[in-house]
């Protein structure tokens, strides 16, 4: 397994990055990865996806963009080679329109979903996602949100973070602490709540979130009461908004059956293996 670990063709060795820091994909190096060997074929697989951007209002040409090269022939002669580079919603959606049949299909379907947490997406690129997915996505969002909410906590004179962070969950879930939380969804100890809700209660936390960093920030809070206070009642106004428009309570919504974290190691398992075979092939 070390020589493949040390040569396989995964996804992320075949990024690339142009001037402005933009990641990409060549649709030529994608195919052998998604086990296609016949450009032909997999550029019908291109065009499918290419409708299903067109058809989500999403830019084609943004996604998609015609490139061309020139390959050496025999003789030393030189011919012109139709290419495309693909951003990774370009390359999910290519997954998308797959052959469903082929394991590593699904796994580049998951992969490039995953890595699509780490950018910013559009209202329509979410929509396609799986729940799976928008949960990568919207924990992503928490993870840098607590963050930058710590950093300003901080400032605010915050030094017990156990307890500013359990005002908060208070004030939304209607005086559950993290444990509590944890506890009802019949987690292990020290088990990530956050890695275990699914993408509608991700998103109220993300909301509780920023808009207390907000309200620390625009009140100039510097007092570690204060900031207590502030995100515990950030967080019951946000309960009392769910409330009025007739959503479901957070403590209420289901836990899905497997964690991020449980879902990202099978996934690395998956791609392991999956490269494993290619390898073997080519």
């Not at 195919?31 to 997999?42: A, G, R, T």
């Not at 909301?207 to 515990?232: G, M, P, S, V, W």
Request: charged share 35%; proline share 1%; glycine share 6%.
């Amino acid at each position: 397994m070390k020589d493949v670990e040390k040569n396989n063709k995964s996804f992320e060795e075949i990024k690339h990055i142009d001037k402005e820091g933009m990641e990409f994909w060549y649709a030529r190096e994608l195919m052998p990865i998604l086990q296609y060997s016949n450009w032909q074929n997999f550029e019908k697989i291109i065009d499918k996806a290419k409708i299903s951007c067109q058809n989500s209002d999403v830019s084609v040409s943004e996604h998609f963009i015609d490139v061309n090269k020139m390959v050496k022939i025999g003789s030393g002669a030189y011919r012109e080679q139709i290419d495309y580079e693909l951003t990774r919603y370009a390359c999910y959606l290519i997954a998308q329109n797959g052959d469903s049949r082929k394991k590593v299909i699904s796994l580049a379907q998951t992969y490039f979903a995953v890595q699509t947490r780490k950018q910013e997406i559009s209202e329509k690129e979410y929509g396609v996602l799986t729940e799976d997915e928008k949960r990568f996505y919207q924990r992503d969002l928490t993870r840098k949100g607590n963050y930058s909410l710590n950093q300003t906590a901080k400032k605010a004179g915050v030094k017990n973070f156990d307890k500013f962070h359990n005002s908060g969950y208070k004030g939304l879930y209607n005086g559950e602490t993290a444990d509590d939380i944890a506890k009802r969804k019949g987690l292990r100890y020290r088990e990530d709540i956050l890695d275990n809700m699914g993408s509608e209660e991700l998103a109220a936390n993300l909301f509780r979130i920023t808009q207390t960093e907000a309200r620390l920030k625009k009140d100039n809070i510097c007092n570690e009461k204060e900031a207590n206070n502030t995100h515990y009642n950030i967080g019951k106004n946000i309960r009392e908004v769910i409330a009025k428009n007739g959503g479901s309570m957070p403590e209420d919504l289901p836990t899905p059956q497997k964690s991020l974290k449980q879902l990202e190691k099978e996934c690395k398992k998956s791609l392991e293996k999956n490269n494993f075979i290619i390898e073997k092939e080519y």
